[in-house]
């Protein structure tokens, strides 16, 4: 099998080492041996052991009947999508690690690849080298999947964990996070939750059979944490976490992207550190983690070769995805019911005024007080949090 990878990034590269480092394994498990023919990218790599292999046209990898799989790991929608597009209408099978791309485009992807006898999969977009997309298109498809909660965002969740273990400050966790590589220059992406979001509309959209836009996703990330609120958790036995959530409720779905302070209990609060974990609850399976390491060079390109490897052993065979492009309408954020725990300047009498009976939590920082409400909706919170001075609130989980 001839493959052509486009993009020589991170994990393009990453790919061809996998592919390298565990060939005859790979070959022995898809049949034959699996060959890098090209490598599409804008750059030449001059000493590259692959430096002849590189090609700057795409068209190249389109017009040459050899290739029968092409890896897409350039990031971004355009102009990955029309580059994959015609791939897979010129007959070639395609995965990508491209969580932009799959969010936006997947049902559309998937479409095209059926009508062209190929397959567009895309297990890296999701949970990096944690395999969670073929689990849901495989083995949990006998289950009506009601939950899915899962820490999608290794650099938020290195970030939070230094933050909890040195009561260090959110922009000196950000500068180490930088520095270590963990977060882009730019890190908007992950500290605002967006990638998160993303990767929760790709599983939602999965569950559900049907397009789910992140945009229509409430997403908040965590720019808001300070340490102050380690403190609370703290004394509270609880650990403040990144979650993007998907929940069945009635025909729709209930989605969000924001930090809990979840109990010692919750299957979710000991996963530090760049790691992920992903909950999902079934109606017949009941509860299963996926837990792994969620970026990453190898662990991502694991993926995407896992992908190809599929692939191989289903040439001219399109496994069929449910992914349907018609739009689902989420339930409204505000009628999502959470309990919250809840920092303010206000008085008791004002808190009470407010919120009726809550449970204080002592924390011994001055000049403010912390309480855990009931369970309410968004909506209820909002009006009675106008009532306060609020300083600042975390979903319990």
């Not at 999508?81 to 995965?95: C, N, P, S």
């Not at 495989?138 to 999608?152: F, H, M, Q, S, V």
Request: hydrophobic content about 40%; some cysteine.
């Amino acid at each position: 099998m001839k493959i052509a990878v486009m993009g020589y990034g991170t994990i393009g590269s990453g790919v061809v080492e996998v592919l390298r480092i565990n060939k005859d394994k790979i070959a022995q498990r898809a049949g034959e041996p699996v060959d890098v023919k090209y490598i599409l990218d804008l750059r030449d790599f001059p000493g590259d052991p692959m430096e002849q292999k590189i090609v700057h046209d795409y068209q190249t990898i389109v017009n040459d009947p050899e290739i029968g799989i092409v890896v897409e790991t350039m990031g971004g929608v355009e102009p990955a999508y029309t580059f994959v597009r015609a791939m897979l209408e010129a007959g070639k099978q395609v995965t990508t690690s491209n969580k932009n791309l799959v969010a936006a485009k997947g049902a559309e992807l998937i479409r095209i690849a059926r009508e062209h006898g190929v397959n567009f999969q895309f297990e890296a977009s999701v949970g990096g080298g944690i395999p969670i997309i073929r689990p849901l298109n495989k083995c949990l498809t006998a289950d009506e999947i009601e939950e899915i909660t899962g820490i999608l965002n290794g650099t938020t969740n290195y970030m939070l964990t230094k933050m909890a273990n040195e009561g260090a400050d959110f922009d000196e966790v950000l500068k180490d996070a930088q520095d270590k590589g963990y977060a882009e220059k730019d890190p908007t992406a992950d500290i605002e939750g967006h990638d998160p979001c993303r990767k929760i509309a790709i599983l939602t959209s999965l569950v559900c059979g049907q397009q789910v836009d992140y945009e229509d996703i409430h997403c908040e990330g965590i720019t808001g944490i300070t340490a102050t609120d380690f403190k609370y958790a703290k004394v509270m036995g609880r650990s403040i976490k990144l979650l993007a959530m998907s929940r069945k409720v009635g025909d729709s779905y209930s989605c969000m992207v924001a930090p809990f302070m979840l109990d010692a209990s919750h299957p979710l609060c000991g996963v530090n550190d760049v790691f992920n974990g992903i909950f999902v609850h079934g109606n017949v399976l009941g509860d299963a983690m996926f837990y792994g390491s969620g970026a990453g060079k190898l662990p991502t390109a694991s993926a995407v070769v896992a992908d190809v490897v599929d692939m191989v052993k289903h040439t001219h065979v399109n496994i069929y995805i449910n992914w349907k492009p018609e739009k689902i309408t989420l339930v409204d954020y505000k009628d999502s019911v959470n309990r919250f725990f809840v920092r303010t300047t206000s008085d008791r009498a004002a808190v009470e005024k407010a919120f009726g009976q809550v449970s204080y939590v002592e924390a011994g920082v001055s000049g403010e007080r912390g309480f855990t409400t009931d369970a309410m909706t968004e909506g209820q919170f909002e009006e009675k949090a106008a009532q306060i001075a609020l300083v600042n609130r975390i979903r319990l989980g």
